[in-house]
């Protein structure tokens, strides 16, 4: 059973009524936890106290800022946070002109194995549950005010944990709570076609964005071991389903690395690929890790790829650099606290 602060409203109304009370006791619990981001019952003043000291035996989650790191080049935060094993995730709190946008973890560690990506290193450790999202958001709020959009693409996969990604996601837009719009959350997936598919066919207008990389399969299969699992042409297929349905583009993460990625061919074939659909391509310049031997391009070759994606009609930006002095990229900050602490 899910924790009382983490179950959908209707849920949360039915696990009020199960104990003999009314539905709208239900309504002003998920109020206090996802609107006052309330974390203590005692603080409840909405409830009267006999009923509050019957959910005293019932689990409530929580998540504590461990770390904070602040860049001192931007306003750009690192946090990891500490989860009740002792478990630790990253997340990044960013400052853009229209507010804050934070970058959410969805799992401890991460199966997929992407070879330019620090949290996959150790494996997956779990599954994060609903509230062990929602927390990232709320300590942030509490510290530095609303946040106004967010992408899951802190370690993990989403869409290995969507049943408990979909229930953070409907909690966090639900009129009764934060509330923060599907429409200002976007989901980053490595490519797992079941699980867009399943986006593709539900009515959440989410934002979607693939971690693309190359647009030739071999060279793919080389940085990222899930896609000989799903092939290009089945991911496209798929991602068309997610935009006929729901009328949306898809947003492309290109790491650009140098000499694998950024040559004429690449360009060549992201037209052919991208130029007919609904897309946004984000060039993301390598952050370069430890065990993956590979290089940043110089500034003037990115600048040059852009240039030509834009020339061949693509909708094309470069993703801002923050927290470049924190040690940003990810996993890398996780991976040294755990080491420390021997988990
Ligand atoms: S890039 Fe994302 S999907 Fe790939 S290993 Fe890292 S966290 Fe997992």
Redesign the pocket.
Same mark, same amino acid.
């Given at each position: 059973m899910l924790a009382l602060n983490e179950q959908r409203l209707e849920d949360l109304e039915k696990t009020l009524k199960d104990l003999g009370q009314a539905s709208f006791r239900g309504r002003q619990l998920f109020e206090y936890f996802h609107k006052q981001l309330g974390k203590d019952l005692d603080t409840c003043s909405t409830l009267p106290k006999s009923l509050r000291e019957n959910l005293g035996d019932l689990p409530l989650k929580s998540v504590d800022i461990a770390h904070t790191f602040a860049s001192k080049k931007d306003q750009t935060k690192k946090f990891l946070f500490r989860l009740e094993d002792q478990r630790l995730i990253e997340g990044v709190l960013m400052k853009n002109n229209y507010g804050y946008s934070q970058c959410i973890s969805t799992q401890v560690g &991460?199966r @997929?194995? &992407?070879h330019f990506?620090a $949290?996959?290193k150790n494996g997956l450790v779990r599954n994060l549950s609903p509230y062990e999202m929602l927390g990232q958001i709320y300590e942030t709020t509490r510290r530095y005010g609303k946040i106004h959009s967010i992408i899951l693409?802190g $370690?993990?996969?989403p869409l290995d944990n969507l049943e408990n990604v979909l229930i953070f996601m409907d909690i966090l837009n639900s009129p009764l709570g934060y509330p923060m719009s599907y429409r200002n959350m976007t989901l +980053?997936t &490595?490519g797992l076609v079941p699980g867009i598919l399943q986006l593709a066919h539900q009515d959440r207008k989410v934002n979607l964005a693939l +971690?693309l990389h190359s647009p030739f399969q071999k060279i793919r299969e080389g940085m @990222?071991p899930i896609a000989k699992r799903y092939d290009l042409k089945e991911i496209f297929q798929a991602l068309d389903q997610y935009t006929d349905q729901l009328g949306r583009r898809v947003s492309y993460e290109y790491t650009l690395i140098d000499g694998v990625n950024n040559r004429e061919e690449d360009l060549e074939e992201l037209k052919k690929l991208l130029k007919n659909r609904l897309h946004h391509l984000n060039l993301i310049p390598l952050n370069p890790i430890d065990e993956y031997g590979e290089d940043r391009p110089e500034r003037a070759k990115v600048l040059y790829f852009k240039k030509r994606c834009e020339d061949m009609g693509l909708n094309v930006t470069i993703r801002r650099e923050q927290g470049g002095d924190i040690n940003a990229s &990810?996993?890398q900050l996780r991976q040294k606290f755990e080491e420390e602490e021997g988990l």
């Open positions: &991460c @997929m194995g &992407c990506c $949290s996959t693409m $370690s993990g996969e +980053s &490595c +971690s @990222m &990810c996993g």
